[in-house]
């Protein structure tokens, strides 16, 4: 390759990239039940194990884990389908308030910046915040569907068919290389299961956070939003103010802008707390990634994949950061998607202790 021209040679190399980002794209709806198997197989994988350890049947160990995770989701479903029920009973009454203050929202900003009612509809129009989405809400349903029917069986098989994984793994690799293959798995298998069980342990705290917040806040149906908030926390940074900017633009339309803006200042103080208390001491050192490659990952990822992207997205960027750190070639990329090299200039609570003599 190297004979090549230089142009040439960065030329081939971003077109391998956009022939990559294409084949991700076309086979999406193929390719996004097996990735979120394979990280819920990683998570079950511990679990798995130890049931093992007792002699019992893999076949046995797998169904059991699957079921039990499978019945602590339909248990979140089913309780966020009863608040969900309780806010269709006020719907009508909830329409109302909602359509008198966007109505006042759109004078007071007709009076502010001279826009009148017309051009603003007008750019909600433009910009397709406004519309019949009923068909590409069924597609979306549709999809979800197969998604959520393939999952559970992938994962039993992933799980099942382990042992053969490694040794295909293995078999593939020349034996110069096969001990950094060993740490890869092994790091793997030990650091992407803490890792997705700190998020879940972080996302109810969360839930507990948002919901006792929203309720000394005053917000109606407290604990559907302080759910809601809590489960989109699991995208990073972005995620967090998607979950507060919902529950912001609901509170704004049916309550007051009072209780609006005491929600944008409970977001700021969660969002404190989770990112410099929470994850650092739950989640801890598994997968440190600095903000700049998540939040750009975050967008790539939702562009290629939409939401399952955003979600799928981080866990990826950890496995790829252990695979870099493994390798000697590679350990460039590990730090630059790590977080090491700018601790002197970080925020956390250890940094604030350290400057104002507290420790």
């Excluded at 909600?124 to 519309?131: D, M, Q, V, Y």
Aim: glycine share 8%.
């Amino acid at each position: 390759m190297n004979q090549y021209p230089l142009s040439f040679r960065y030329l081939a190399r971003i077109a391998l990239v956009f022939a990559i980002v294409a084949i991700l794209s076309f086979t999406k709806q193929l390719l996004v039940p097996l990735s979120f198997s394979i990280f819920l197989a990683y998570l079950l994988y511990p679990s798995a194990r130890k049931l093992e350890n007792f002699r019992i049947p893999r076949i046995a160990t797998n169904m059991i884990v699957i079921l039990v995770f499978m019945g602590g989701i339909v248990s979140i479903l089913y309780l966020l389908a009863q608040l969900l029920s309780g806010l269709s009973d006020d719907l009508p009454e909830l329409r109302t308030s909602f359509s008198a203050n966007i109505q006042l929202l759109q004078l007071n900003i007709e009076a502010i910046f001279g826009l009148s009612i017309a051009q603003q509809n007008e750019i909600i129009k433009t910009t397709g915040l406004s519309g019949d989405y009923v068909g590409t809400f069924i597609e979306a349903g549709k999809n979800l569907f197969i998604t959520l029917a393939l999952i559970p069986v992938y994962t039993f098989l992933l799980l099942f068919y382990r042992d053969k994984f490694r040794e295909f793994i293995f078999m593939l690799v020349s034996p110069l290389h096969s001990e950094t293959m060993k740490i890869i798995i092994s790091k793997a298998a030990d650091v992407v299961p803490k890792y997705l069980k700190g998020l879940i342990v972080v996302c109810f705290v969360l839930i507990g956070l948002n919901t006792f917040g929203f309720y000394l806040i005053g917000v109606e149906y407290y604990l559907l939003f302080g759910l809601v908030a809590a489960i989109f926390n699991l995208i990073p940074y972005l995620g967090t103010v998607l979950g507060y900017g919902i529950v912001c633009f609901f509170v704004l339309g049916t309550q007051s802008p009072t209780i609006a803006g005491a929600v944008l200042i409970q977001f700021f103080i969660v969002q404190f707390l989770e990112n410099n208390i929470l994850t650092p001491n739950i989640t801890g050192s598994y997968v440190l990634i600095n903000p700049l490659v998540i939040i750009f990952s975050l967008i790539a990822g939702g562009l290629i994949w939409n939401l399952p992207g955003m979600f799928l997205v981080i866990p990826t960027l950890g496995v790829l950061k252990i695979i870099f750190e493994s390798v000697d070639e590679w350990k460039p990329f590990a730090f630059l998607l790590g977080t090491s090299g700018t601790e002197e200039h970080s925020i956390t609570i250890h940094s604030l202790r350290k400057r104002f003599g507290w420790e």
